[in-house]
């Protein structure tokens, strides 16, 4: 007679998870369970779970790195366990982190002396980077009024409305009105001249970006400066630049090296960038460079000896990781001048093959610039049938993750597809994606207007079809374009509000 046990509930010997009894439950959302589950059950159960994300590879909505050596994995991957903050304890990850910040304020052009040390901080990102600038140039500002005995209580900046939502963050956290040049049709980026006239006695620096988020261009900071130099010899005011660099700072010094816009303009006090874009690092680390010691104000640093010696601290978190400081040093040694050269320059003539692979279907406008940001903005030049976000959305049934937006005020009735090129999209790739876009294309021209389907689907009270409508209205080709969006933002606000997201 043969005896034969048979496992209980409770038994977390799994050889194999999918004949468990943990593949037959829904694992939990809000609340912790009362029981745990094999480590083998639950790095399978997420596992599976994450391959419904989207390929990082294939995500050209993002300027932030996706790729790296698998020598930089193991090093990152080696100093997982170490907290950054821990000076004393780390002191060889706190020296590396020292390089970084001097070799990119070289490569700033900051003026420093052969034995000076550059003035500069590793972030989490350029949104924590911008803070602690902003919040440099908001106590430089306060200090100096308080000396002349005037109000500190209404400071703003002047800045483009192409800016990142790190900025209006910013103002809003830190109580700093955000005055912004509004765009327009066919100029993307702040004009310098509008944002000088913008400046008053309360503005505690114009903010210029190189590389803006909506389609890659790089502001003029040159005639900025020079602008704002004959403004301040006027009024006696000593109103400052802040270049937000996080897309262009690791672009600008390899493929257009005489081109001024950093430490060589004399009113740049402060420049931000993203090692976790161009910077060629994972997601995680930013840096901000000062152009001197001045311009940092003593009082925003803050010491501290309760981890075994006293330790300057200038972020807004404490802990984080030492992985990305890590791999930006690692990055710096091993490609030198030389290996950021190549990438940027592989990058731009990828980008080169994707704008004409575009141009040759005479479908699209081409919206962002040669020089700038490696990436391609482009828009339909009739899109009455269909639009740009369908477009976007058909494209994900490919794999490919290709953004759809409007443009801010006053070109907001401008809709843009992008893609950015990042160092792991090849020629072959490029060749791929206009392959597919010609398909969404010709699949579009055989669907019925999403305009007229939306517009059908809504009578008005007068009791005549809202097409019949739209029709008597004869809408201009812009009230169109708007209608569209409109509807647009709509199902896509709709369709967000149904998935669980935590901010």
């Not at 308080?146 to 963050?169: F, L, M, S, Y």
């Not at 640093?301 to 990781?321: C, E, M, R, V």
Request: hydrophobic letters at 40%.
């Amino acid at each position: 007679m043969v005896l034969s046990k048979t496992a209980s509930e409770s038994d977390v010997s799994v050889h194999s998870t999918f004949a468990s009894r943990y593949v037959r439950t829904s694992l939990p959302r809000f609340k912790m369970a009362e029981n745990s589950i094999p480590k083998e059950a639950a790095y399978q159960i997420i596992n599976d779970e994450l391959m419904l994300d989207g390929n990082p590879r294939l995500n050209l909505a993002s300027f932030v790195t996706t790729w790296m050596e698998p020598e930089c994995d193991k090093l990152m991957m080696a100093s997982i366990n170490k907290n950054y903050v821990d000076m004393d304890e780390y002191p060889v990850t706190t020296e590396l982190q020292n390089r970084c910040v001097n070799i990119i304020a070289h490569l700033f052009n900051a003026p420093l002396e052969d034995s000076e040390s550059a003035v500069g901080v590793g972030t989490v990102g350029s949104s924590e980077a911008i803070m602690l600038a902003g919040l440099a140039f908001k106590r430089k500002w306060q200090n100096k009024r308080r000396a002349e005995g005037k109000p500190i209580d209404n400071p703003n900046i002047v800045t483009g409305a192409n800016v990142q939502v790190c900025w209006e963050k910013f103002a809003r956290y830190f109580e700093v009105e955000l005055k912004e040049v509004k765009l327009r049709e066919g100029y993307y980026v702040m004009d310098p001249e509008k944002a000088v006239e913008m400046v008053d006695e309360n503005t505690i620096c114009v903010a210029a970006i190189l590389g803006s988020t909506l389609n890659g261009e790089f502001e003029d900071v040159k005639r900025l400066n020079d602008l704002l130099v004959e403004k301040n010899k006027e009024t006696g005011w000593d109103t400052p630049i802040h270049v937000d660099a996080a897309s262009g700072g690791f672009i600008a010094p390899f493929l257009y090296p005489e081109l001024e816009w950093d430490f060589r303009l004399p009113l740049v006090k402060s420049i931000n960038v993203s090692g976790h874009k161009y910077g060629l690092v994972y997601a995680g680390i930013g840096w901000v460079i000062w152009r001197n010691k001045e311009d940092l104000p003593e009082e925003l640093i803050f010491h501290i000896n309760y981890l075994g010696a006293d330790q300057p601290t200038f972020t807004l978190n404490f802990s984080k990781g030492s992985s990305q400081v890590i791999a930006q040093y690692y990055q710096l040694i091993r490609l030198g001048f030389e290996g950021y050269r190549n990438v940027m320059e592989n990058c731009r003539e990828n980008m080169i093959v994707l704008k004409e692979g575009l141009e040759k279907t005479e479908r699209f406008n081409i919206v962002s610039k040669d020089e700038g940001v490696p990436l391609v903005a482009f828009s339909l030049r009739d899109n009455h049938r269909h639009d740009e976000f369908e477009i976007s959305d058909l494209l994900r049934r490919f794999g490919w993750i290709v953004p759809a937006y409007t443009m801010p005020p006053d070109a907001q009735h401008v809709t843009v597809l992008r893609v950015v090129i990042r160092e792991d999209f090849s020629h072959t790739l490029a060749e791929r994606l206009v392959n597919d876009i010609q398909k969404v294309l010709h699949e579009l021209d055989t669907l019925p207007s999403k305009l007229s389907s939306n517009v059908k689907a809504a009578d008005g009270e007068d009791g005549k079809p809202a097409e019949t409508r739209a029709l008597e209205s004869k809408k201009s080709d812009l009230e169109k374009t708007r209608e569209i969006t409109t509807i647009w933002r709509k199902f896509v606000t709709a369709r967000k509000q149904k998935m669980n997201v935590v901010c």
